[in-house]
């Protein structure tokens, strides 16, 4: 009999123990923490600002063919920079910010953004539907994805904006401008 008594003490002195900590100070600290500070899942990474951090400013870029050549970006221009490195570079560039690219991996290998001798022969109209319905709705490689619900009118003109004023050899028009209105700084 003693034995049991023994053991229902220690079972109700633990119980108690256990009720008398979690009203303590020290746990009331613990519980009280904002939700922020607790292992829950926290504010998605700033991936757009790291970008702007390693790409410097988005009014310029370097000539992908000749580093030392400045281009300067007009603010479309310059909202289509962020656009291309955020969506197109993995498959339109040999570097990415994360290392290698994937368009060596792609069949047919997609054109350099900056390759005037294939895009430039293209009008901005036909830039515009490969980019806004992909590759397979123009009768090229379904790889080349259709972009026309993940990016708005806008974006997709300033890309082209951009693609224009990165080519090489350049382009000849000399219409780099996106002149469609909306557009909101950062
Ligand atoms: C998953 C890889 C991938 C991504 C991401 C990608 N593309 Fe493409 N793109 C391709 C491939 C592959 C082709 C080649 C299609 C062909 O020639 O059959 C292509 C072709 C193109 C062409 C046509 C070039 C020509 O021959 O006239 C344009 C313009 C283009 N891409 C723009 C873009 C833009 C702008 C983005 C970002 C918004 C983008 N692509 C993102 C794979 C990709």
């Not at 994937?102 to 293209?122: A, F, H, K, V």
Request: charged share 20%; glycine share 6%.
């Amino acid at each position: 009999m003693k034995p049991l008594l023994v053991y229902f003490a220690v079972l109700i002195a633990c119980l108690a123990i256990v009720v008398a900590a979690r009203k303590s100070a020290a746990a009331k600290l613990c519980w009280c923490w904002p939700a922020n500070q607790h292992m829950v899942a926290g504010p998605k990474p700033q991936i757009e600002r790291n970008e702007y951090l390693s790409y410097g400013s988005y009014d310029s870029e370097p000539d992908w063919n000749s580093p030392e050549r400045i281009i300067s970006l007009d603010f479309n221009q310059g909202q289509g920079k962020r656009v291309y490195y955020q969506q197109c570079v993995w498959c339109h560039s040999d570097a990415t910010p994360a290392g290698p690219s994937n368009r060596s991996n792609l069949t047919p290998d997609p054109p350099l953004m900056n390759d005037g001798n294939i895009l430039n022969r293209e009008s901005d109209a036909s830039l515009r539907k490969i980019i806004s319905l992909g590759g397979s709705a123009v009768g090229k490689s379904a790889m080349m994805p259709p972009y026309g619900s993940t990016l708005s009118e806008e974006e997709i003109n300033d890309v082209i904006a951009y693609i224009r004023a990165i080519a090489t050899p350049e382009y000849p028009n000399g219409s780099t401008k996106n002149t469609s209105s909306g557009s909101k700084p950062l």
